[in-house]
């Protein structure tokens, strides 16, 4: 391949990137909101897009993210790629707030109290049965479908604004406006 590495990386350094980039999270978030921002589709389209991929990722099912920030944006005619953008919510660094937060507001709406025994997940999370991760998941659920409504209805507005002024800005470049319009 013309731009392959000669040395593929190890798992080890793979790991390594998927928690921390290369560059830094900052750069990583700033390349995410230009690429949302450059969408060719309407303000609204995007916003609504990114604010179902929001929302899903404060739901606890690993694994189904991008394919429910999928069906759900196409079922609402969002951005089917603006809702996989916003499911970058949910990565290694927020999961754990995330989680946490929707387990104890869950708890709280189900009038239950909080488990306080681990659960044992050593023998892989695949080969367990619904019954006993259902405790865990059921608050979990519950308790990340409003944190994720208010987390979607933020950033649909921030999106929304955002992506009006680039588009705004870009309109502007291509078909100058005013006094000196003529002279360009």
Known sequence: MLF???????IRERLRVFIWPRRSWRRSLRYVRH????LKATPR????GCAVGVFVSFMPFLGLHFISAGLLAWMTRASILASALGTFVGNPITFPLIWLSAYHLGSLVLGIEPMHDPIDLSAGIFHMSVDTLWPLLKPMTV???????????????LVKRGVEAYQEKKRHRQFPTGPHAAQA
């Open 45 to 48: 389209a995007i916003a609504l």
């Open 35 to 38: 690429r949302m921002w450059r």
């Open 4 to 10: 392959q590495r000669r040395q593929p990386p190890k």
């Open 143 to 157: 308790g990340g479908v409003p944190l994720g409504l208010l987390a979607g209805a933020i950033s649909y507005f």
